[in-house]
Every structure is written in structure tokens, then in C-alpha cells.
């Protein structure tokens, strides 16, 4: 749920309700796509993995203290009129001048965003100051991620429209905690040079679109053959009703959809490896790799990580930071 809005107490909650793609969702993009730079990358990148696959989460988390920062999520993309996705500008300025700063605020702009955060990228490898590189490479990858979200691209963004409630995190979050061990997270992509950024995001959020109308039916479909009290789990906490899918009507509904979430996942870090590449080609090719090479410790997890990335064993071998407990990890 994008925009609730909740204080005190229910904060936590909140933070796990709001978290696109989820905790789990944005935590292995973020490791996966490391595993796809290229060496004169890759090492400075997974000497920091801890870092960034924890803070993957991190601009979910700003929503609560900054009123501006959930807009940078998603783009509704049907407030901006018929067949926004092939018509919107692709820079930001002309869709200012279109629309007005207003309302690209109110109606969302992530692909926007995603621009913004990648010239911040660039910017930071140049000055070569290790933390803003940590820090962009790792908001990028949020909204990179987030823009591949079928429901962040959608006034409706949450069922709300079509009696639906509660779609959102059943996409993104329950579907992939329950499912996740099915996922085929191999390798077979290796970052390359995107000549036009703007058009590689606008991409994703085009395919993000043309993937809705399957996401709304899939769930109708399977509704038919659920009871009420089969489908939803009723909850209360603080004297609040919520009322959440259950796990059999996720893993029916997972089921349903087939390949789409573990395609999304998965194209969510090849575009994350491309930007991160292509941020810092376009600084130059700065040298990351100063001292890395000495630490033979640390070449050897990677190349252990590598290899389980190639087959598929991540997860089995106990290697994907997202499933190892967030005990460890916070
Ligand atoms: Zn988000």
C-alpha cells in the first residue's frame, strides 16, 4: 500500500506493508545484480554487499519522515492521460513543462527518478567519495526495482479500484517469501552499456504495464475457487481490522501467474547491473579495485558466490543475504 499513512505504534508495520517488492524482493535484486558487473566492478561492489543489500530498503524507509519521498516510487500512470507509458516525455524537464511539477509529485514519476539517481551515480564515481557511491548505486536500485513492480505503475495501485485490496503486497511480497525456493535466480546476464537510460527505464515501465491486466484477472480467476474464509485472514491489531490473502490463496494465485514475479525479479537486477555500469563508464571507468585484489579471503567467497549464482544455488547453498535472517543482517 503506497500512500497509507500511519504514525507511532504502527510504524513498523507499516514499513513492512509498504516496502515495494518487500524486504526480500529488493534485497536479492540488489545481490544478484552485483554478481553481474563486470570485474573491475564487481569486486569493490561485493566488498560492500552486506551494506547494500541491507539498505536496499532504505528509501522504502524515508516515506515515514519525508512526505516527498513516496512519489519517487511509483507513476500512475493513467492520471497523465491515454497511453501514458508510449507518450509521457522521456526527460523531466519536458515532462515538467507538460504536466507541471505538481503534478508529477501527486500522480508519481519513478522512471524520472531512477534518471535523477543515475547522473547522481555517475557524479559520485567521478568525485570518487566511496560512501555517495554506496549510496546512489543503492537508492538506484530501489527505484529500478520498484519501476518493474506491476503496481507501481497503476492508479490502482492496490486493488482499491476493482475490489482488490490488498494486491499489492500479495504481488510483491507474499507471493516471493512463499515461492522464492522455486525461483530460478541463475545468471545468464552480463551489465552492458545503455546508450539511452531514459528509454531502458521507460522500457521497464512499459513492460511493468502491459503486465497489469493479467495481474488484475489472475486474481479474479482465482477467486472463483475460493470461499471468503479460505481467501483472506482477518486480523486485528490496535483495534484495527486487516484483513490479508492467505498463503493458499497466494501460492494459487502464484500458481496462476506462472513465470511473470521470479521475470520481473530477475530483469529488476539485469537493468540494475546496466546502470550501475553504465554510470561508471560514463565517469570514466575509475578505478574501484585499489587494494581489493590483495584480500584473497574475499576473491574466494566471490568465486564460490559465482559459481552458485551461474547453477542456480544461491538459496541451497545458503548464499542469498535475504534468506538468511534479518537477525544477522540488521
Ligand atoms: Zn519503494
Not at 500512500?3 to 517488492?21: D, K
Not at 508510449?86 to 500522480?107: F, H, T
Not at 493479467?214 to 486474481?219: L, M, P, T, Y
Request: hydrophobic letters at 35%; charged letters at 25%; aromatic letters at 10%.
Amino acid at each position: 500500500m503506497k500512500r497509507l499513512i500511519v504514525t507511532g505504534s504502527l510504524l513498523l508495520v507499516a514499513v513492512i506493508v509498504c516496502s515495494s517488492w518487500g524486504f526480500l524482493g529488493h534485497r536479492t535484486i540488489h545481490q544478484l545484480a552485483i554478481y553481474e558487473l563486470p570485474p573491475s566492478m564487481r569486486y569493490y561492489f561485493h566488498q560492500n554487499m552486506s551494506e547494500i543489500v541491507k539498505n536496499s530498503v532504505r528509501p522504502d524507509q524515508r516515506r515515514s519522515q519525508d512526505k516527498e519521498e513516496a512519489s519517487k516510487h511509483f507513476v500512475d500512470l493513467e492520471l497523465y492521460g491515454d497511453s501514458a507509458a508510449w507518450r509521457m516525455p522521456l526527460l523531466w524537464k519536458d515532462a515538467v513543462k507538460k504536466y507541471g511539477k505538481d503534478s508529477l509529485l501527486k500522480c508519481g514519476y519513478v522512471p524520472y527518478h531512477v534518471i535523477t539517481m543515475k547522473e547522481k551515480l555517475t557524479a559520485a564515481f567521478r568525485n570518487g567519495n566511496k560512501d555517495s557511491i554506496l549510496f546512489y548505486a543503492i537508492d538506484l536500485g530501489h527505484y529500478i526495482s520498484d519501476a518493474h513492480v506491476p503496481l507501481h505503475v497503476t492508479e490502482n495501485y492496490d486493488g482499491q479500484l476493482s475490489n482488490q485490496k490488498g494486491l499489492h503486497s500479495l504481488w510483491e511480497s507474499m507471493v516471493p517469501e512463499i515461492e522464492i525456493q522455486k525461483y530460478d535466480l541463475r545468471g545468464r546476464h552480463k551489465a552492458k552499456y545503455l546508450k539511452h537510460p531514459e528509454r531502458s527505464i521507460w522500457r521497464a515501465v512499459r513492460q511493468s504495464y502491459k503486465l497489469l491486466p493479467d495481474v488484475f484477472a489472475a486474481e479474479k480467476e482465482v477467486t472463483r475457487s475460493f470461499t471468503e474464509a479460505e481467501k483472506y485472514r482477518v486480523q486485528i491489531r490496535n483495534g484495527r481490522e486487516y484483513k490479508n490473502y492467505t498463503s493458499a490463496f497466494a501460492k494459487a494465485y502464484s500458481a496462476r501467474l506462472g513465470e511473470t514475479i521470479n521475470k520481473q525479479l530477475i530483469s529488476s537486477a539485469n537493468l540494475l547491473a546496466d546502470f550501475w555500469y553504465t554510470a561508471w563508464v560514463d565517469a570514466g571507468c575509475p578505478n574501484l579495485n585499489k587494494g581489493l585484489l590483495k584480500n584473497e579471503k574475499n576473491k574466494e567467497a566471490l568465486q564460490v558466490e559465482m559459481e552458485a549464482f551461474k547453477k542456480n544455488q544461491l538459496l541451497e547453498k545458503k548464499l542469498l543475504l535475504s534468506k538468511q535472517g534479518s537477525d544477522k543482517e540488521d
